[in-house]
Protein backbone atom coordinates (compact mmCIF):
# COMPACT_ATOMS: atom_id res chain seq x y z
CA UNK A 1 0.00 0.00 0.00
CA UNK A 2 1.48 3.18 -1.10
CA UNK A 3 0.99 6.29 0.63
CA UNK A 4 -0.65 8.94 -0.64
CA UNK A 5 1.73 12.17 -1.35
CA UNK A 6 1.04 15.55 0.31
CA UNK A 7 0.21 18.39 -2.36
CA UNK A 8 2.69 21.09 -1.73
CA UNK A 9 2.64 24.76 -2.54
CA UNK A 10 5.74 25.85 -4.59
CA UNK A 11 7.32 29.63 -3.63
CA UNK A 12 5.91 31.83 -6.31
CA UNK A 13 8.90 33.48 -8.16
CA UNK A 14 6.86 36.97 -8.98
CA UNK A 15 4.90 38.77 -7.26
CA UNK A 16 5.41 41.30 -3.64
CA UNK A 17 7.49 40.26 -1.07
CA UNK A 18 4.68 38.90 1.33
CA UNK A 19 2.46 37.15 -1.29
CA UNK A 20 5.83 35.28 -2.18
CA UNK A 21 6.39 34.18 1.41
CA UNK A 22 2.42 33.05 1.77
CA UNK A 23 2.65 30.94 -1.37
CA UNK A 24 0.00 32.97 -3.19
CA UNK A 25 -0.26 34.15 -6.65
CA UNK A 26 0.00 37.91 -6.52
CA UNK A 27 -1.71 40.14 -8.88
CA UNK A 28 1.27 42.54 -9.02
CA UNK A 29 -0.54 45.97 -8.50
CA UNK A 30 0.60 48.69 -6.54
CA UNK A 31 2.09 48.43 -4.07
CA UNK A 32 0.00 47.59 -2.15
CA UNK A 33 -1.06 44.54 -4.31
CA UNK A 34 -4.79 43.96 -3.86
CA UNK A 35 -4.29 40.38 -2.43
CA UNK A 36 -2.59 42.35 0.44
CA UNK A 37 -5.13 45.24 1.16
CA UNK A 38 -8.00 41.87 0.81
CA UNK A 39 -6.35 39.96 3.21
CA UNK A 40 -5.37 42.66 5.59
CA UNK A 41 -1.90 42.44 5.53
CA UNK A 42 1.53 44.43 5.06
CA UNK A 43 2.63 44.55 1.19
CA UNK A 44 6.35 44.34 1.62
CA UNK A 45 6.37 45.62 -1.90
CA UNK A 46 8.27 44.12 -4.86
CA UNK A 47 12.10 42.99 -4.79
CA UNK A 48 13.18 44.63 -7.89
CA UNK A 49 16.14 41.96 -8.63
CA UNK A 50 13.92 39.31 -8.89
CA UNK A 51 11.76 39.73 -12.40
CA UNK A 52 11.19 37.22 -14.82
CA UNK A 53 11.79 38.86 -18.53
CA UNK A 54 8.53 40.75 -19.75
CA UNK A 55 7.02 41.34 -16.82
CA UNK A 56 3.40 40.81 -15.88
CA UNK A 57 0.70 41.51 -18.27
CA UNK A 58 0.28 44.70 -16.05
CA UNK A 59 3.65 45.46 -16.41
CA UNK A 60 4.05 45.29 -20.39
CA UNK A 61 0.73 47.68 -20.20
CA UNK A 62 2.20 50.35 -18.25
CA UNK A 63 5.54 50.36 -19.97
CA UNK A 64 3.93 50.43 -23.30
CA UNK A 65 2.95 54.15 -22.31
CA UNK A 66 6.40 54.78 -20.28
CA UNK A 67 8.98 54.17 -22.62
CA UNK A 68 9.51 57.42 -24.13
CA UNK A 69 11.89 59.11 -26.11
CA UNK A 70 13.98 61.77 -25.29
CA UNK A 71 12.17 64.09 -28.00
CA UNK A 72 8.65 62.12 -27.09
CA UNK A 73 9.59 63.39 -23.58
CA UNK A 74 8.90 66.79 -24.10
CA UNK A 75 5.51 66.27 -25.70
CA UNK A 76 4.04 64.22 -23.07
CA UNK A 77 0.97 65.23 -20.54
CA UNK A 78 1.20 69.07 -19.26
CA UNK A 79 0.57 67.49 -15.75
CA UNK A 80 3.49 65.64 -15.82
CA UNK A 81 5.77 68.31 -17.17
CA UNK A 82 4.68 71.03 -14.40
CA UNK A 83 5.49 68.50 -11.61
CA UNK A 84 8.76 67.22 -13.12
CA UNK A 85 9.75 71.57 -13.62
CA UNK A 86 8.66 71.84 -10.09
CA UNK A 87 11.10 69.21 -9.28
CA UNK A 88 13.44 71.08 -11.21
CA UNK A 89 13.43 74.41 -9.77
CA UNK A 90 14.35 72.29 -6.03
CA UNK A 91 17.62 71.49 -8.08
CA UNK A 92 18.23 75.21 -9.32
CA UNK A 93 17.63 75.90 -5.55
CA UNK A 94 14.40 78.36 -6.08
CA UNK A 95 12.48 75.95 -3.39
CA UNK A 96 12.90 73.69 -0.56
CA UNK A 97 15.18 70.43 -1.91
CA UNK A 98 14.48 67.47 -0.15
CA UNK A 99 17.62 66.14 -0.60
CA UNK A 100 19.38 68.90 0.30
CA UNK A 101 22.29 68.11 -2.77
CA UNK A 102 22.33 70.23 -5.96
CA UNK A 103 24.46 67.12 -7.36
CA UNK A 104 21.97 65.06 -6.84
CA UNK A 105 19.23 66.62 -8.01
CA UNK A 106 20.90 67.90 -11.22
CA UNK A 107 21.86 63.90 -11.53
CA UNK A 108 18.08 63.14 -11.19
CA UNK A 109 17.04 65.44 -13.76
CA UNK A 110 19.63 64.75 -16.46
CA UNK A 111 18.68 61.12 -15.97
CA UNK A 112 15.20 61.61 -16.28
CA UNK A 113 15.24 62.42 -19.70
CA UNK A 114 16.08 59.28 -21.10
CA UNK A 115 15.11 57.19 -17.99
CA UNK A 116 10.63 56.84 -17.75
CA UNK A 117 11.47 55.05 -14.37
CA UNK A 118 12.74 57.95 -13.21
CA UNK A 119 10.74 60.44 -14.86
CA UNK A 120 7.68 59.01 -13.55
CA UNK A 121 9.58 58.59 -9.96
CA UNK A 122 10.38 62.34 -9.96
CA UNK A 123 6.47 63.10 -11.46
CA UNK A 124 5.04 60.79 -8.10
CA UNK A 125 7.00 62.39 -5.77
CA UNK A 126 6.74 65.95 -6.46
CA UNK A 127 2.48 65.09 -6.66
CA UNK A 128 2.84 63.23 -3.32
CA UNK A 129 4.39 66.83 -1.96
CA UNK A 130 1.21 68.53 -3.12
CA UNK A 131 -0.96 66.17 -1.94
CA UNK A 132 -2.49 64.85 -4.90
CA UNK A 133 -2.15 61.20 -3.82
CA UNK A 134 -4.11 59.55 -7.07
CA UNK A 135 -2.05 60.80 -9.42
CA UNK A 136 1.23 60.05 -7.64
CA UNK A 137 0.07 56.66 -6.83
CA UNK A 138 -0.45 56.28 -10.75
CA UNK A 139 2.94 57.51 -10.91
CA UNK A 140 4.89 55.36 -8.78
CA UNK A 141 2.91 52.49 -10.59
CA UNK A 142 4.24 53.26 -13.65
CA UNK A 143 7.77 53.91 -12.49
CA UNK A 144 7.86 50.76 -10.97
CA UNK A 145 6.76 48.87 -14.37
CA UNK A 146 9.45 50.84 -16.42
CA UNK A 147 12.00 49.68 -13.68
CA UNK A 148 11.13 46.18 -13.74
CA UNK A 149 11.16 45.87 -17.58
CA UNK A 150 14.79 47.83 -17.42
CA UNK A 151 15.90 45.56 -15.07
CA UNK A 152 14.36 42.06 -16.78
CA UNK A 153 15.10 43.19 -20.33
CA UNK A 154 18.67 44.91 -20.03
CA UNK A 155 21.65 43.07 -19.09
CA UNK A 156 25.11 44.24 -17.41
CA UNK A 157 25.65 47.36 -15.58
CA UNK A 158 24.54 49.91 -17.87
CA UNK A 159 21.32 50.35 -15.34
CA UNK A 160 23.23 50.31 -11.70
CA UNK A 161 23.06 54.34 -11.65
CA UNK A 162 18.98 54.19 -12.80
CA UNK A 163 17.89 51.72 -10.52
CA UNK A 164 19.93 53.57 -7.38
CA UNK A 165 18.27 56.89 -8.80
CA UNK A 166 14.47 55.34 -8.73
CA UNK A 167 15.01 53.42 -5.19
CA UNK A 168 16.64 56.88 -3.67
CA UNK A 169 13.20 58.20 -5.03
CA UNK A 170 10.82 55.96 -3.78
CA UNK A 171 12.35 56.21 -0.20
CA UNK A 172 10.41 59.73 0.59
CA UNK A 173 7.79 58.49 -1.23
CA UNK A 174 6.44 55.94 0.61
CA UNK A 175 7.96 58.32 3.92
CA UNK A 176 5.25 60.30 2.54
CA UNK A 177 2.25 57.80 2.14
CA UNK A 178 3.88 56.95 5.45
CA UNK A 179 4.30 53.29 3.92
CA UNK A 180 7.43 53.14 6.14
CA UNK A 181 8.30 49.02 5.71
CA UNK A 182 7.94 49.64 2.35
CA UNK A 183 10.60 52.76 1.94
CA UNK A 184 13.23 50.48 4.15
CA UNK A 185 12.77 48.03 1.63
CA UNK A 186 13.92 50.05 -1.47
CA UNK A 187 16.59 51.59 0.62
CA UNK A 188 17.57 48.30 1.47
CA UNK A 189 17.34 47.12 -2.31
CA UNK A 190 19.61 49.92 -3.07
CA UNK A 191 22.31 49.22 -0.37
CA UNK A 192 22.24 45.83 -1.42
CA UNK A 193 23.27 46.79 -5.10
CA UNK A 194 25.43 49.79 -3.88
CA UNK A 195 27.25 46.76 -1.50
CA UNK A 196 27.24 44.21 -4.78
CA UNK A 197 28.62 47.66 -6.50
CA UNK A 198 31.54 48.39 -3.70
CA UNK A 199 32.70 44.98 -2.73
CA UNK A 200 33.37 44.07 -6.52
CA UNK A 201 30.76 41.80 -6.76
CA UNK A 202 29.71 43.93 -9.51
CA UNK A 203 32.17 44.98 -12.06
CA UNK A 204 31.62 49.17 -11.89
CA UNK A 205 33.95 51.63 -10.91
CA UNK A 206 32.88 52.80 -7.34
CA UNK A 207 32.17 56.83 -7.27
CA UNK A 208 32.61 56.67 -11.31
CA UNK A 209 29.84 58.12 -14.08
CA UNK A 210 27.69 55.09 -13.69
CA UNK A 211 27.48 55.78 -9.44
CA UNK A 212 28.37 58.90 -8.81
CA UNK A 213 29.84 60.51 -5.36
CA UNK A 214 26.65 62.33 -4.53
CA UNK A 215 24.74 59.26 -5.25
CA UNK A 216 26.74 57.04 -3.46
CA UNK A 217 26.97 59.91 -0.31
CA UNK A 218 22.86 59.93 -0.45
CA UNK A 219 22.79 56.06 0.41
CA UNK A 220 25.71 56.50 2.96
CA UNK A 221 23.81 58.83 4.52
CA UNK A 222 20.40 57.17 4.73
CA UNK A 223 21.90 53.65 6.16
CA UNK A 224 23.51 55.58 9.15
CA UNK A 225 19.66 57.53 9.56
CA UNK A 226 18.25 54.69 9.51
CA UNK A 227 20.67 52.47 11.63
CA UNK A 228 20.51 55.58 13.96
CA UNK A 229 16.39 55.30 13.82
CA UNK A 230 15.77 51.76 14.44
CA UNK A 231 19.01 51.14 16.58
CA UNK A 232 20.28 48.58 13.96
CA UNK A 233 23.24 48.10 12.02
CA UNK A 234 24.09 49.48 9.02
CA UNK A 235 23.92 47.38 5.54
CA UNK A 236 26.76 48.81 4.03
CA UNK A 237 30.49 48.22 5.94
CA UNK A 238 32.43 50.97 7.57
CA UNK A 239 35.62 51.27 9.17
CA UNK A 240 35.99 50.60 12.89
CA UNK A 241 34.99 53.39 15.37
CA UNK A 242 39.23 52.41 16.25
CA UNK A 243 40.13 53.12 12.70
CA UNK A 244 37.58 56.12 11.85
CA UNK A 245 39.40 58.16 14.75
CA UNK A 246 42.82 56.68 14.09
CA UNK A 247 42.61 58.11 10.73
CA UNK A 248 40.29 61.68 11.78
CA UNK A 249 42.34 64.95 12.95
CA UNK A 250 42.09 66.21 15.87
CA UNK A 251 39.15 68.14 15.04
CA UNK A 252 36.45 66.48 12.89
CA UNK A 253 35.74 67.68 9.60
CA UNK A 254 31.56 68.10 9.42
CA UNK A 255 28.49 66.43 10.62
CA UNK A 256 28.51 63.73 8.09
CA UNK A 257 31.95 62.22 9.62
CA UNK A 258 30.27 62.63 13.35
CA UNK A 259 26.93 60.65 11.97
CA UNK A 260 29.59 57.99 10.45
CA UNK A 261 30.96 57.88 14.02
CA UNK A 262 27.99 57.56 15.94
CA UNK A 263 27.08 53.90 13.30
CA UNK A 264 30.19 53.25 13.99
CA UNK A 265 30.31 53.55 17.91
CA UNK A 266 26.65 51.95 17.78
CA UNK A 267 27.77 49.09 16.09
CA UNK A 268 30.97 48.32 18.60
CA UNK A 269 28.37 48.90 21.65
CA UNK A 270 25.87 46.70 20.08
CA UNK A 271 29.16 44.04 19.47
CA UNK A 272 30.19 44.85 23.36
CA UNK A 273 26.64 43.82 24.46
CA UNK A 274 26.28 40.32 22.15
CA UNK A 275 29.84 39.45 23.76
CA UNK A 276 28.33 40.21 27.46
CA UNK A 277 25.22 38.02 26.27
CA UNK A 278 27.53 34.71 25.04
CA UNK A 279 30.21 34.84 27.41
CA UNK A 280 29.85 37.13 30.32
CA UNK A 281 32.62 39.64 31.60
CA UNK A 282 36.02 37.47 30.52
CA UNK A 283 39.12 38.80 29.29
CA UNK A 284 38.44 40.04 26.32
CA UNK A 285 35.20 41.92 27.28
CA UNK A 286 37.29 43.73 29.22
CA UNK A 287 39.85 44.50 26.26
CA UNK A 288 36.66 45.30 24.36
CA UNK A 289 35.17 47.81 26.94
CA UNK A 290 38.31 49.76 27.17
CA UNK A 291 38.98 50.39 23.69
CA UNK A 292 35.44 51.22 23.24
CA UNK A 293 35.40 53.81 26.35
CA UNK A 294 38.95 55.01 24.67
CA UNK A 295 37.24 55.63 21.48
CA UNK A 296 34.32 56.86 23.06
CA UNK A 297 36.48 59.43 25.23
CA UNK A 298 38.38 60.88 22.24
CA UNK A 299 35.26 61.27 19.74
CA UNK A 300 33.96 63.05 22.76
CA UNK A 301 36.85 65.74 23.00
CA UNK A 302 37.21 66.28 19.24
CA UNK A 303 33.18 66.60 18.66
CA UNK A 304 33.52 69.33 21.50
CA UNK A 305 36.40 70.90 19.98
CA UNK A 306 34.12 71.31 16.43
CA UNK A 307 31.22 72.77 18.80
CA UNK A 308 33.40 75.26 19.82
CA UNK A 309 33.38 76.65 16.23
CA UNK A 310 29.79 75.33 16.19
CA UNK A 311 28.84 79.44 14.85
CA UNK A 312 30.45 78.96 11.57
CA UNK A 313 28.27 76.02 10.86
CA UNK A 314 24.23 76.54 9.69
CA UNK A 315 21.44 76.52 12.24
CA UNK A 316 20.47 72.72 10.99
CA UNK A 317 23.52 71.46 11.52
CA UNK A 318 24.16 73.48 15.09
CA UNK A 319 20.94 71.81 16.35
CA UNK A 320 22.15 68.22 14.86
CA UNK A 321 25.64 68.83 17.15
CA UNK A 322 23.40 69.29 19.95
CA UNK A 323 21.66 66.21 19.69
CA UNK A 324 24.63 64.37 19.47
CA UNK A 325 26.19 66.15 22.59
CA UNK A 326 23.37 65.71 24.71
CA UNK A 327 22.26 62.15 23.21
CA UNK A 328 25.77 60.69 22.92
CA UNK A 329 27.73 61.50 26.21
CA UNK A 330 25.21 63.95 27.96
CA UNK A 331 22.90 60.87 28.89
CA UNK A 332 23.46 59.54 32.21
CA UNK A 333 21.79 56.21 33.58
CA UNK A 334 20.34 58.29 36.55
CA UNK A 335 17.42 60.55 35.17
CA UNK A 336 17.62 63.63 38.12
CA UNK A 337 20.90 64.54 36.43
CA UNK A 338 19.53 65.56 33.19
CA UNK A 339 18.40 68.81 35.76
CA UNK A 340 22.16 69.77 35.28
CA UNK A 341 21.19 70.17 31.33
CA UNK A 342 18.64 72.70 31.28
CA UNK A 343 20.59 75.20 29.61
CA UNK A 344 21.84 72.84 27.60
CA UNK A 345 18.33 71.79 26.22
CA UNK A 346 17.08 76.06 26.42
CA UNK A 347 20.16 76.31 24.03
CA UNK A 348 18.80 73.71 21.39
CA UNK A 349 15.33 74.85 21.70
CA UNK A 350 16.48 78.48 20.86
CA UNK A 351 18.49 76.88 18.22
CA UNK A 352 15.41 75.23 16.80
CA UNK A 353 13.31 78.54 17.03
CA UNK A 354 16.17 80.42 14.87
CA UNK A 355 15.58 77.46 12.19
CA UNK A 356 12.02 77.57 11.98
CA UNK A 357 9.51 80.36 12.40
CA UNK A 358 7.72 79.85 15.89
CA UNK A 359 4.49 81.53 15.67
CA UNK A 360 1.90 82.09 18.68
CA UNK A 361 -2.06 80.19 18.17
CA UNK A 362 -5.14 82.20 19.88
CA UNK A 363 -4.75 80.36 23.13
CA UNK A 364 -1.04 80.53 23.67
CA UNK A 365 0.32 77.16 22.15
CA UNK A 366 3.54 77.27 19.91
CA UNK A 367 3.48 76.65 16.35
CA UNK A 368 6.10 76.56 13.48
CA UNK A 369 5.02 78.41 10.52
CA UNK A 370 6.04 76.51 7.39
CA UNK A 371 4.68 76.82 3.68
CA UNK A 372 3.19 73.31 2.59
CA UNK A 373 6.18 73.12 -0.22
CA UNK A 374 8.34 72.01 2.78
CA UNK A 375 6.06 69.65 4.47
CA UNK A 376 8.93 66.89 4.60
CA UNK A 377 12.73 66.49 4.16
CA UNK A 378 14.86 63.20 4.14
CA UNK A 379 17.28 64.97 6.74
CA UNK A 380 16.65 65.40 10.23
CA UNK A 381 15.87 69.39 11.32
CA UNK A 382 14.10 69.97 14.34
CA UNK A 383 11.92 66.46 15.21
CA UNK A 384 13.86 65.14 16.86
CA UNK A 385 15.54 67.43 19.13
CA UNK A 386 12.28 69.08 19.97
CA UNK A 387 11.22 64.84 20.77
CA UNK A 388 14.44 64.49 22.92
CA UNK A 389 13.82 67.66 24.89
CA UNK A 390 10.17 67.24 25.47
CA UNK A 391 11.16 63.60 26.82
CA UNK A 392 14.36 64.50 28.70
CA UNK A 393 14.00 68.49 29.90
CA UNK A 394 11.70 68.21 32.99
CA UNK A 395 11.71 72.52 33.22
CA UNK A 396 7.77 72.93 32.82
CA UNK A 397 8.45 75.99 30.50
CA UNK A 398 10.71 74.37 28.00
CA UNK A 399 9.49 70.57 27.81
CA UNK A 400 6.29 72.13 27.72
CA UNK A 401 6.97 74.74 24.63
CA UNK A 402 9.23 72.09 22.59
CA UNK A 403 6.10 69.21 22.57
CA UNK A 404 3.47 72.01 21.77
CA UNK A 405 6.09 72.90 18.82
CA UNK A 406 5.80 69.69 17.63
CA UNK A 407 1.94 69.48 17.57
CA UNK A 408 2.28 72.92 16.06
CA UNK A 409 4.01 71.38 13.19
CA UNK A 410 1.04 70.17 11.09
CA UNK A 411 1.69 67.05 8.97
CA UNK A 412 5.22 67.71 8.74
CA UNK A 413 8.11 64.87 8.80
CA UNK A 414 11.57 65.14 8.89
CA UNK A 415 12.75 61.36 6.89
CA UNK A 416 11.08 58.87 9.46
CA UNK A 417 10.16 61.26 11.83
CA UNK A 418 6.80 62.42 11.67
CA UNK A 419 5.90 65.42 14.01
CA UNK A 420 2.77 64.38 15.06
CA UNK A 421 3.27 61.18 16.33
CA UNK A 422 6.06 62.64 17.99
CA UNK A 423 4.01 64.97 19.81
CA UNK A 424 1.94 62.34 20.80
CA UNK A 425 4.24 59.94 22.73
CA UNK A 426 5.90 63.02 24.63
CA UNK A 427 2.78 64.07 25.55
CA UNK A 428 1.23 60.91 26.69
CA UNK A 429 5.18 60.81 28.65
CA UNK A 430 4.88 64.41 29.98
CA UNK A 431 1.06 63.62 31.75
CA UNK A 432 2.94 60.08 33.12
CA UNK A 433 5.62 62.15 34.57
CA UNK A 434 3.69 65.50 35.55
CA UNK A 435 0.52 63.29 37.25
CA UNK A 436 -1.26 64.74 40.23
CA UNK A 437 1.35 67.42 40.24
CA UNK A 438 2.13 71.21 39.06
CA UNK A 439 6.00 71.10 39.08
CA UNK A 440 7.16 75.09 38.59
CA UNK A 441 10.43 73.50 37.87
CA UNK A 442 12.30 70.33 37.13
CA UNK A 443 13.04 69.19 40.91
CA UNK A 444 9.28 69.48 41.51
CA UNK A 445 9.27 66.23 39.65
CA UNK A 446 9.80 62.74 41.33
CA UNK A 447 12.23 60.54 40.45
CA UNK A 448 9.85 57.79 40.99
CA UNK A 449 7.86 59.53 38.30
CA UNK A 450 10.34 60.08 35.54
CA UNK A 451 10.61 57.72 32.74
CA UNK A 452 13.75 55.82 32.38
CA UNK A 453 13.59 54.16 29.40
CA UNK A 454 10.69 54.20 26.46
CA UNK A 455 10.34 51.65 23.59
CA UNK A 456 8.03 52.89 20.61
CA UNK A 457 7.01 50.53 18.44
CA UNK A 458 6.31 51.39 15.06
CA UNK A 459 5.11 54.73 16.18
CA UNK A 460 3.44 55.61 12.82
CA UNK A 461 0.53 52.53 13.10
CA UNK A 462 -0.49 52.28 16.52
CA UNK A 463 0.28 53.17 20.17
CA UNK A 464 2.03 49.97 21.11
CA UNK A 465 5.03 50.07 23.31
CA UNK A 466 6.23 49.90 27.01
CA UNK A 467 7.62 52.08 29.74
CA UNK A 468 10.18 51.62 32.30
CA UNK A 469 9.60 54.21 35.76
CA UNK A 470 12.88 55.71 37.15
Request: charged residues 25%; aromatic residues 6%; proline residues 3%.
Amino acid sequence: MTGKKVATKSRTRSGCKTCRQRRIKCDETGPPCERCVSARRTCLGYDLFRITVGGSKTDQALVRTTELSPTARTKSCSREQSAFMSFQARSAGLTQDIFEDARLHSFFCQTAHTEPAVWHAIVALESAQTRDGGYAAKQYGKALAALRTKISTEKGNSNVSVVLLACLLFVPFELMQEGHDLARTHLHSGLELLAEVKEGRKHVMYGSSLVPEALKEAFETLDTKDSLFSMGPTKLRYESLETLLACEPSELENLEVCHRISAAAGASIRELRLHLGEHGTNMEFSVMQTKLCLGLAKWADALHALMWKSSDLATQQQIRMEMINMHLFGTPDWELAYDKQTEEFERCLALCRSYVSFSTTANGSPQIDRPATTAFSLNAGVIPALYFIALKCREPSVRHEAQGALLGTGPYREGWWEAQKAATVAATAIKMEEADIEPKCAADVPASNRLNTATVMRIWQGSKGSATMG
